[in-house]
């Protein structure tokens, strides 16, 4: 089973330019995630969406904004790239919001 | 915002030794999750915890829901080779969709075979 599958795994974009990362689960779930990852932070939550067509803020949302495109997919898009967003990006989905949730194995950002 | 206390760090142990971690948090949650990182991978589910007082165990995984609420373990018996990763708590408040997974800076296991 694939799980959560993120695109790109790697990327590399210049201060300015803009950039969408992709994420789909096949498990049905309801509610997904984005979040990033950074060292000594652990993962901290960007925007999640707790069911199809709601989107909310979470921890750091400046700088980004997400698409919940259907019940599979949800984007998250970086409209003019900062080095301070070069990071480790995962998607992450559960059933519903109090489910453990699964993640996929992340989008590898730098920004120069 | 609720916060975790994720100890150690960081643990370099021999391949048969014992090991535990443990996560504390300024408030309580409701549900504690343990994960494990490998390297260029995402987290993955080792134990959910949804009782306080609970314990789980998962082979040779063991952890436990503190009765406070506010805190939890998890403890590896035998290790080995394999073990090594970052580990990661997280708790949760609740259901509603304002209550965050709000996960720990993690421990760095290394295991020296």
């Known amino acids: 089973n694939a799980g959560v599958t993120q695109t790109p795994k790697f990327q590399v974009l210049k201060t300015g330019q803009s950039m969408t990362l992709q994420c789909a689960q096949d498990m049905n779930h309801n509610s997904m995630y984005w979040y990033r990852q950074d060292p000594g932070m652990g993962l901290r939550l960007i925007y999640y969406?707790?069911?199809?067509?709601?989107?909310d803020k979470g921890e750091v949302p400046n700088g980004y904004n997400v698409s919940r495109l259907n019940k599979r997919e949800f984007s998250l898009r970086l409209e003019s790239a900062a080095p301070s967003q070069t990071s480790v990006y995962f998607c992450?989905?559960?059933?519903?919001?109090?489910?453990?949730?699964?993640f996929g194995d992340g989008t590898r950002l730098s920004i120069l | 915002g609720q916060q975790l206390n994720q100890s150690p760090q960081s643990m370099f142990i021999q391949e048969g030794e014992d090991v535990s971690m443990n996560c504390t948090s300024s408030s309580i949650f409701n549900t504690w999750l343990w994960y494990k990182q490998d390297p260029g991978e995402g987290p993955v589910l080792l134990i959910a915890?949804?009782?306080?007082?609970e314990l789980t165990s998962n082979g040779r995984l063991t952890a436990q829901f503190g009765i406070t609420r506010k805190d939890s373990f998890l403890n590896i018996s035998a290790s080995i080779p394999s073990d090594v990763g970052i580990y990661f708590c997280?708790?949760?408040?609740?259901?509603?969709?304002?209550?965050?997974?709000?996960f720990g800076e993690g421990t760095q296991l290394t295991v020296n075979p």
């Open positions: 915890l949804y009782k306080a007082g």
């Open positions: 992450a989905s559960s059933d519903s919001f109090d489910q453990p949730q699964h």
């Open positions: 969406s707790a069911s199809e067509g709601t989107t």
């Open positions: 997280a708790g949760q408040l609740g259901e509603t969709s304002g209550s965050r997974l709000t």
